[in-house]
């Protein structure tokens, strides 16, 4: 009752709007000022907060392993297996994966942050964005896949190619060896 009346009798008082970044802000609240201007004004988020998730796609080798250890399924990989190593990430991890499809759906996260722990190339980080309003439930879904669906055909076809002349490779050597005996 009495901080309900501190509160009342300081706000009437305090009528002066700080920016949420000066040094007395939090002194405004206790004298009665307890909300902010927002969107104008927002409240400093903590460095080691958990918001957004961001995929850094050049970094990722498509492991999957954010996508098994998450609680609730919301990360939707599909990787192509490439016909030779395609690069390497900037902590010099070769990529030998594409990533067809590489999406998170933000709606179901429960942003528990296991997906950040594991990733071996740190390329999956929380960000410190957390206001993405959004009018329809599907666009909570974020796409990092960078590749269209023309050249995920064209790297599958590729790697369908490499192994259709791979096995008929062994198949003539199997029989070249099969009539020499
Ligand atoms: S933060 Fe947790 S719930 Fe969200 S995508 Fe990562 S593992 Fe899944
Ligand atoms: S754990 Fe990291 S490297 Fe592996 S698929 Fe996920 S984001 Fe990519």
């Given at each position: 009752m009495l901080l309900t009346l501190r509160h009342f009798f300081g706000?009437?008082?305090?009528?002066?709007?700080?920016?949420?970044?000066?040094?007395?802000?939090?002194?405004?609240?206790?004298?009665?000022?307890?909300?902010?201007?927002?969107?104008?004004?927002?409240?400093p988020v903590p460095e080691v907060g958990r918001y957004q998730l961001e995929?850094?796609?050049?970094?990722?080798?498509?492991?999957?392993?954010?996508?098994?250890?998450?609680?609730?399924?919301?990360?939707?990989?599909?990787?192509?297996?490439?016909?030779?190593a395609i690069g390497q990430t900037s902590d010099g991890s070769t990529k030998r994966l594409y990533a067809a499809k590489f999406d998170i759906d933000m709606a179901k996260c429960l942003y528990c942050g296991l997906c950040t722990v594991v990733c071996p190339t740190?390329?999956?980080?929380?960000?410190?964005q957390y206001d993405?309003?959004?009018?329809?439930?599907?666009?909570?879904?974020?796409?990092?896949?960078?590749?269209?669906?023309?050249?995920?055909?064209?790297k599958k076809e590729e790697f369908d190619k490499q192994q259709a002349e791979r096995l008929a490779a062994k198949q003539a050597a199997l029989r070249s060896k099969e009539g020499g005996a």
């Open positions: 706000g009437k008082r305090k009528r002066e709007i700080l920016p949420v970044k000066a040094d007395n802000y939090f002194e405004s609240i206790e004298n009665g000022t307890n909300t902010i201007q927002y969107p104008k004004q927002k409240l995929v850094e796609i050049d970094d990722c080798i498509v492991c999957d392993l954010c996508a098994k250890i998450c609680p609730v399924d919301c990360i939707d990989i599909e990787s192509i297996k490439a016909t030779q740190e390329c999956i980080t929380m960000t410190n993405r309003t959004v009018y329809q439930l599907g666009d909570l879904t974020y796409h990092f896949s960078d590749m269209s669906p023309e050249l995920v055909a064209e």
